[in-house]
């Protein structure tokens, strides 16, 4: 059983730092060119059972869907 928290497993309202990513180059570039990468503190502030998450990252707004969301591994902070 795997028991890594991913960005998929944080509630709104939270915010979580990024401990790693786990997928393929192609979406690891993506991630990066957006700011996200390991250690970067992403607030999370939609996060409904569909659809895309709505984050902050750096001060930016952004959606991203739920697959990538699922690869980014995190760890919270403010529990």
């Given at each position: 059983m795997n028991n890594?928290?991913?960005l998929l497993n944080i509630k709104?309202?939270?915010t979580a730092i990024v401990s790693s990513i786990s997928s393929g180059?192609?979406?690891q570039?993506?991630?990066s060119e957006?700011?996200?990468v390991p250690g970067t503190a992403i607030k999370v502030?939609?996060?409904s059972s569909a659809g895309p998450l709505l984050l902050e990252i750096k001060g930016t707004k952004t959606a991203l869907g739920r697959g990538a969301s699922d690869a980014i591994i995190v760890r919270e902070i403010g529990v």
């Open positions: 890594k928290k991913t709104a309202g939270k180059h192609r979406l570039r993506r991630l957006m700011g996200v502030l939609q996060n």
